[in-house]
């Protein structure tokens, strides 16, 4: 052998001796597993890198240029990989395959690779069937950053060389991948360290703000707010506010207008994106499909859809959300009967409707780029009601995804509904009212336009609740009742908008034996769009079975904790010990699995439901005394919904825009919108000083109880609202207390 003849022709055999068996145990240690014996020299061996003259005969998955990786050059160890240093695998199966042109003898191979992550070196005669002679691991116990891996090999030949498919959770970078017929001279193999690189002039940056930068102009603009307000409250005591109350409205309407083009982030929207592509897949592909797909089908047809064009081995590597389970697994099932899927939940998909679908997945599969697409098979499927998925089934059902449709047309509805529930507020409580409520929106960070902004018909439960408190306040209580009966089916958790008025009509039916004629026009506004809007639903889904698969899925997705969760349920179940940080096992094929059943234990224990009803119980009864049993106002009843639903039902942060709703009790207590915008600061301050979701939303979960228990306390003041605040009759205008209770 020629390594071994020169190491003993050195200083002397022994030390010799020592040199080679520190270097095989040194490629041990580097994941790397010597031979019984190296082989001897083989005249038909190529010289040098078999990679750097083989033909690339396959690509999958693979971003970057290709020659790079067999160029003899690497990054200086444990430095970050850089894309003019090699490639990326965008997906866990993507692999490049070198065809060397004749069964050629392997006994060497080295690669340089991301420490993070593990790969799989395989071969094959014929290019079909392959098989792994390296599992490369991962090595991050010597650090981060690119690292370099080798191995030695006894009898092994082959004609096909595939690398790739990588495990673990790094950015599956290679900069260097060597096979060898003959051991080098020098093992392992020392390529050329390419030199730093220079460093590239900053980008010139496409909007003004981050969206660091843009959470940061929402704090300043919330307390601006809030410091107008009460300074609108010191001029109206005064009596003479004059040309100081004009200045304040002024300014109200300037920030009326920023906080609620701040939703959009002034025009950065997601950075630079518009449209939400991940949100548009699952509703669009959701509501189109629904009877085939059903609450359940989404991830498994869409990868029996992708294997079957072309991209099987995808799929089989892949890691996607069981929606039955709700746990991460392997993809690899749906392959074993893709026919089963095929077969539909409601219905079976014709030919011409699975076609579609192909289509349609590929559509946003190409737009959003393959990390994405990994990312969204493991989310939480599709959620809405029957109700929703009406009109999402409509409007998807126009035409195939194109960017017409999804960026021209359907991408466009949310920011109109928006407008109407704002045009909506101006109709019944005035311009600054709308200002205030503009602003927190705009403002608060729960409902970021990150999570759905530019999606489609995210914002309809919201305009027709707002609508809904509008319409009881200009005295059109069985459209108030309507509109909100219907946000409640869109969403459920609106129902907590009827709570107080359910509890003001039981108890008006206790003290007096009647029932109340306004109360009762809420309540069959209600009963009538429930009963119209049931049936309708059911024949667009495909039957009324689709209203207890909708209940099942709600059900499962209760008993699913989730690390942007926010309510008073989310607090009782947090524990400093099992946070986020703490349990999540990058280890496992589901990561957050740990973390999920650490907080069902919580809930379990004394501390839990029993403590989470109480104080439910405790927040009611507040409600009851200080609001309920004195206010004859339904609109007001209404709106303390933003009180009732974060602390009787726990849901994702997105949808605690619902506290806009308190902005609407302005002129009635003026402390209740200062308090509002000043909650809206401090969950941004609470952004700024978390990094894990869990520990983020939990302390605004904090923030928020606070508020909806200071705000319920302080309406309870049996006083009118302080002078100056009245939104109809500007500065200066004091209205009348609410009348107490007869009887």
Not at 32 to 52: F, K, Q, T
Not at 437 to 461: I, M
Not at 514 to 530: E, F, N, Q, W, Y
Not at 698 to 704: D, N
Request: net charge positive; charged share 20%.
């Amino acid at each position: 052998m020629k390594i071994l003849r020169r190491v003993v022709r050195g200083p002397g055999p022994a030390l010799g001796a020592a040199i080679l068996v520190a270097a095989v145990l040194g490629a041990a240690a580097m994941g790397a597993a010597a031979p019984s014996r190296i082989p001897s020299g083989d005249s038909a061996c190529p010289p040098g890198n078999l990679l750097a003259t083989a033909r690339l005969a396959d690509s999958l998955d693979a971003a970057g240029a290709t020659r790079s990786v067999v160029d003899d050059s690497v990054t200086a160890e444990g430095v970050g990989w850089r894309p003019a240093g090699g490639i990326r695998f965008e997906t866990n199966a993507g692999s490049l395959t070198y065809d060397l042109g004749s069964d050629t003898r392997i006994a060497a191979a080295y690669t340089q690779a991301t420490a993070d992550n593990g790969f799989s070196l395989q071969i094959s005669d014929d290019g079909r069937e392959f098989r792994e002679i390296w599992a490369i691991p991962g090595v991050t116990e010597y650090g981060r950053g690119m690292r370099s891996r080798f191995k030695l090999f006894w009898a092994v030949h082959a004609r096909y060389v595939r690398f790739g498919e990588a495990t673990g959770s790094g950015a599956r970078a290679v900069s260097e991948i060597q096979v060898f017929c003959e051991i080098p001279s020098v093992w392992p193999p020392r390529p050329s360290v390419m030199p730093p690189a220079p460093m590239a002039p900053p980008a010139p940056a496409k909007h003004r703000f981050t969206r660091q930068g843009a959470n940061a102009l929402k704090i300043v603009l919330a307390l601006l707010g809030a410091a107008l307000l009460a300074w609108g409250r010191v001029l109206a005591r005064r009596g003479t506010p004059g040309r100081a109350g004009r200045l304040r409205d002024v300014l109200l309407a300037v920030l009326g207008i920023l906080g609620y083009t701040g939703y959009y982030n002034w025009g950065g929207y997601h950075f630079p994106e518009r449209v939400h592509q991940y949100e548009f897949f699952h509703y669009y592909i959701g509501a189109k499909y629904f009877p085939e797909l059903g609450y359940t089908g989404i991830y498994e047809c869409s990868n029996v859809a992708e294997a079957e064009q072309g991209f099987r081995r995808r799929v089989e590597l892949r890691v996607i959300r069981d929606l039955r389970r709700n746990e991460l697994v392997s993809a690899r099932y749906v392959l074993e009967d893709p026919e089963r899927y095929k077969k539909g939940f409601t219905r079976p998909f014709t030919p011409e409707r699975w076609d579609a679908f192909k289509k349609d997945t590929a559509y946003f599969r190409d737009r959003v780029g393959l990390d994405t697409w990994d990312k969204m098979l493991k989310d939480h499927g599709y959620n809405p009601s029957p109700v929703w998925n009406m009109s999402g089934s409509l409007l998807s059902n126009v035409g195939p995804a194109s960017p017409a449709l999804i960026d021209g047309i359907l991408s466009w509805i949310d920011p109109v509904l928006l407008a109407i529930a704002f045009g909506f507020v101006i109709w019944a409580f005035g311009w600054r009212v709308a200002c205030v409520a503009a602003l927190f929106f705009g403002t608060n960070e729960p409902a970021l336009y990150f999570w759905t902004g530019g999606a489609f018909l995210r914002q309809d439960w919201f305009a027709l609740a707002i609508a809904g408190i509008c319409l009881l306040k200009k005295g059109r209580p069985a459209l108030g009742g309507a509109a909100l009966a219907a946000s409640t089916l869109l969403r459920l958790f609106p129902l907590g908008f009827f709570a107080a008025i359910g509890v003001r009509l039981a108890w008006i039916l206790v003290r007096e034996r009647r029932l109340d004629p306004t109360g009762l026009r809420v309540v069959i506004g209600a009963a009538i769009a429930v009963a119209l809007l049931v049936p309708a639903s059911s024949l667009v889904a495909g039957g009324f079975s689709a209203w207890p698969a909708f209940v099942r899925n709600i059900e499962k997705h209760e008993s699913t904790p989730l690390t942007n969760d926010m309510g008073l349920r989310t607090l009782v179940a947090f524990r400093w010990e099992t946070r986020q940080k703490v349990m999540f096992d990058p280890n496992r094929v589901d990561p957050f699995h740990g973390f999920r059943e650490a907080r069902r234990n919580a809930l379990r224990g004394l501390f839990g439901r029993p403590l989470f009803y109480a104080l439910v119980i405790g927040y009611l009864a507040l409600l009851f005394f200080r609001v309920v049993r004195r206010e004859m106002d339904w609109w007001v009843l209404a709106a303390f919904g933003f009180g009732v639903i974060p602390i009787s039902l726990e849901m994702t942060c997105y949808y605690f825009s619902f506290l806009t709703a308190a902005a609407l009790l302005w002129e009635r207590r003026a402390a209740i919108p200062i308090g509002l915008l000043c909650l809206s600061a401090m969950t941004q301050i609470v952004e700024f000083q978390t990094y894990y979701y869990d520990m983020r939303y939990a302390l605004e979960s904090v923030v928020v109880i606070v508020f909806v228990v200071w705000a319920t306390w302080v309406y309870g003041k049996r006083r009118g609202a302080a002078p100056g605040v009245g939104a109809a009759s500007g500065v200066g205008a004091a209205p009348a207390p609410a009348p107490a209770v007869p009887g």
